[in-house]
């Protein structure tokens, strides 16, 4: 049987997934500390309304509430146990509204970081980070849900994890990475790094690509760099809406729909296939993003000078994958490596 | 296999030896540090001048390449992990002769945010920079911080947090330690991804710290701010 979102993949040459997750929990009454996937058994209204505002904003592929639901991401709010039933009821929600949308939409069950550092570096075993993704990844598929996405990775070696438990799980998948520090994931990975990791996986993903980072610009350096690296699997760019600010108690972000409308079209030229927001991505932006994804005829790629004219300056000067990036001069003799 | 001859540490004068030490550190080999170390106690340094000169002087070094995005997080675990090596033989010797104490911070990421991996970054770093540090891990509710800066006593309040939907609760926290009239005891620096200064301003903290390397230059700057004014009063 052909996943339901590869079927998509090949009958359009663009798709729009959805915005934020948490801004939109947090404007519903999430309060800071609170796990939003026990909202999924407590107040499965607001789920529902949160899934129904993309859905209803235009979106074709809209994620789970489940960023947060491994094992070691609910042990904080004591409910470890509970990972299956949390992830299987966010699907099963989320598979009530595609199914009531009256045309294809795609439940995406979303699985996010461990949160730990994986070894030789820090205490997650390869073995205990696919065990929890996999956990999770049978409650999404249990749930319903047509696909699982991965995002928001920094490590490759939880990337590679969560890429196993999908296959044990028996499910297509996407997964992005979060490219926010000096163009490259926290752990040093670069666009390019990215593009040659995912070919290298056993069971590669239907789409890969960037989400979250810093802002809507350096997101789109990075799809430039997946698509520079030479790989024709899909793209997907999720760029956060602007840089957040803080009024009046609130987080807020700057960037407005007429913005990621922009983004969203920049995202498209730059060869993305799968596009939507993140962080401050409200259904307001998605309807802006829709509409200029439909109205706006396709156009080169745009340059860095572009990019940066438009939606704003980049966090860095080199996102690792020149050579004009900064280097360390040695000061004494390096060590013979065995 | 290279070709480069083995290096003999204890062959190398001083010089070359805390030159060599930092770029162990750098390359994050924490046996090699450890027989640096080692090897600067026999000669007569005191463990004091051995922290500031040749491992503080190695994670700076770290911390600016770390800053100016040439090493990431992998790297600099690795050097931090060296430098606890070299550490865990000073810290002992550093307390029998009455060094200094360079600062000491409490740090924590907020409450409902289990994140730890920037604070442990900056725990590290500070640790690096000869600063004594406690680290209260994750999901910190104020009344944590108000119970470790009370029987702490430190210089610095570190607080944490990658999360927009935890970020507020540094507020909370910040306006709780005004209430009871206690802010201005301590320096309070903010880290963390979805923070800025404009931020860190807003809440009232002392500094928002980029990343880790630049929470240690600030928390070297306000330390060495506060110890002056002491001194003026004094």
Known sequence: MTNPLAELLQTRDWLMADGATGTTLFNMGLQSGDAPELWNADHPDRITALYKGAVDAGSDIFLTNSFGGTRSRLKLHNAQDRAYELNKLAAEIGREVADASGRRVIVAGSMGPTGEIMAPMGPLTHEAAVEMFHEQAEGLRDGGADVLWVETISAPEEYAAAAQACAMAGMDWCGTMSFDTAGRTMMGLTSAGMAELVEKLDHAPLAYGANCGVGASDLLRTVLGFRAAGSERPVIAKGNAGIPKYHDGHIHYDGTPELMARYAVMARDAGATIIGGCCGTTPEHLRAMRKALEETPRGAAPALEEIAEVLGGFSSGSDGTDDNGPKRERTSRRRAKG | ?234
């Not at chain 2, 030159?19 to 046996?31: A, H, N, P, T």
């Not at chain 2, 000169?53 to 070094?61: E, F, H, N, S, Y």
């Not at chain 2, 009455?98 to 911070?105: D, T, V």
């Not at chain 2, 029987?151 to 709780?176: C, F, N, R």
């Open chain 2, 1 to 234: 296999m290279s070709d480069e001859e083995d290096i003999i540490l204890s062959e190398l004068d001083d010089d070359e030896l805390v030159s060599q030490m930092f770029d162990d550190l750098y390359d994050g080999l924490k046996e090699e540090i450890e027989e640096g170390v080692n090897i600067l106690l026999e000669r007569g340094w005191t463990p004091y001048d051995i922290l500031t000169k040749a491992l503080v002087g190695g994670m700076t070094i770290v911390g600016n390449d770390f800053r100016d995005g040439i090493l990431f997080v992998p790297e600099v675990l690795m050097a931090a992990n060296a430098m606890k090596g070299g550490m865990a033989i000073l810290k002992p010797l550093l307390v029998e002769t009455g060094a200094p104490r360079i600062g000491k911070m409490v740090i924590g990421t907020v409450k409902g945010d289990i994140h730890d991996i920037g604070k442990n970054l900056v725990s590290m770093m500070m640790e690096g920079a000869g600063f004594e540090v406690v680290d209260l891990g994750i999901n910190n509710a104020v009344e944590s911080y108000l119970e470790a800066l009370e029987t702490e006593g430190p210089d610095i309040l570190g607080m944490s947090a990658l999360l927009t939907t935890t970020m507020p609760y540094m507020k909370v926290v910040i306006d709780t330690l005004k209430e009871k009239g206690i802010r201005d005891d301590y320096i309070v620096l903010v880290g963390g991804a979805p923070l800025n200064e404009e931020f860190g301003r807003a809440i009232g903290a002392d500094a928002y710290c980029r990343d880790a390397a630049v929470a240690v230059e600030t928390a070297k700057e306000f330390v060495a701010r506060k110890h002056n004014q002491m001194a003026a009063r004094a």
